[in-house]
T-cell receptor, first 112, second 112 residues
Framework: ETGVTQTPRHLVMGMTNKKSLKCEQH?????MYWYKQSAKKPLELMFV???????ENNSVPSRFSPECPNSSHLFLHLHTLQPEDSALYLC???????????FGEGSWLTVV | AQSVTQPDIHITVSEGASLELRCNYS??????LFWYVQSPGQGLQLLLK??????LVQGIKGFEAEFKRSQSSFNLRKPSVHWSDAAEYFC??????????FGAGTTVTVRA
């Protein structure tokens, strides 16, 4: 069991659906991240939130919309996704002054 | 821009044998260095990290890694592999902030 919890663990959605991924960290961290892990590709940093403000958006399509209501929670809102968006989405957190990032177990997303 | 290379895509090792996973990075200064492990269907777990000081770093699960500045390497080792070590291993670097860059990963198979 990790200090970063992601729900749901598995999600299947159609291209016209709207869904959300949720992440909660219990480590007292003040920075949170979304990463995408696709088959045969290195992990890609998508978004970074520091003290609840977005500080990084790595050219992610607008069909992915992050939300960080407080330092413990992070959401990734999904709408009109494409099949190539099927991947493992990993949430992570850290202290701002630390370079050490802790990951959740991921949410497997399949877009049909 | 920094990059991380894991030259071995897949390694097969016998249970009880030693294991070494290679990692090379490209960066002008010494970055912060990490090794993570990912078991099937799981998120990433931090094995160990190097920030400064002693170049031989001990981690969890009996793993260690050695930083060699002259070779820009941070290889991961374990003297005696257990079947539960079968997983994917990722080397990651952060130059001076929170932006981790990951290698493509090395899959380790353990045979009885």
């Amino acid at each position: 069991e990790t200090g970063v919890t992601q729900t749901p663990r598995h999600l299947v959605m159609g291209m016209t659906n709207k869904k959300s991924l949720k992440c909660e960290q219990h480590l007292g961290h003040n920075a949170m991240y979304w990463y995408k892990q696709s088959a045969k590709k290195p992990l890609e940093l998508m978004f970074v939130y520091s003290l609840e403000e977005r500080v990084e958006n790595n050219s992610v399509p607008s069909r992915f919309s992050p939300e960080c209501p407080n330092s413990s929670h992070l959401f990734l809102h999904l709408h009109t996704l494409q099949p190539e968006d099927s991947a493992l989405y990993l949430c992570a957190s850290s202290h701002l002054d630390s370079k050490t990032i802790y990951f959740g177990e991921g949410s497997w997303l399949t877009v049909v | 821009a920094q990059s991380v290379t894991q030259p071995d895509i897949h390694i097969t090792v016998s249970e009880g044998a030693s294991l070494e996973l290679r990692c090379n990075y490209s960066y002008g200064a010494t970055p912060y260095l990490f090794w993570y492990v990912q078991s099937p269907g799981q998120g990433l777990q931090l094995l160990l990290k190097y920030f400064s000081g002693d170049t031989l770093v001990q981690g969890i699960k009996g793993f260690e890694a050695e930083f060699k500045r002259s070779q820009s390497s941070f290889n991961l080792r374990k003297p005696s592999v257990h079947w539960s070590d079968a997983a994917e291993y990722f080397c990651a670097v952060a130059p001076d902030d929170y932006k981790l860059s990951f290698g493509a990963g090395t899959t380790v198979t353990v045979r009885a």
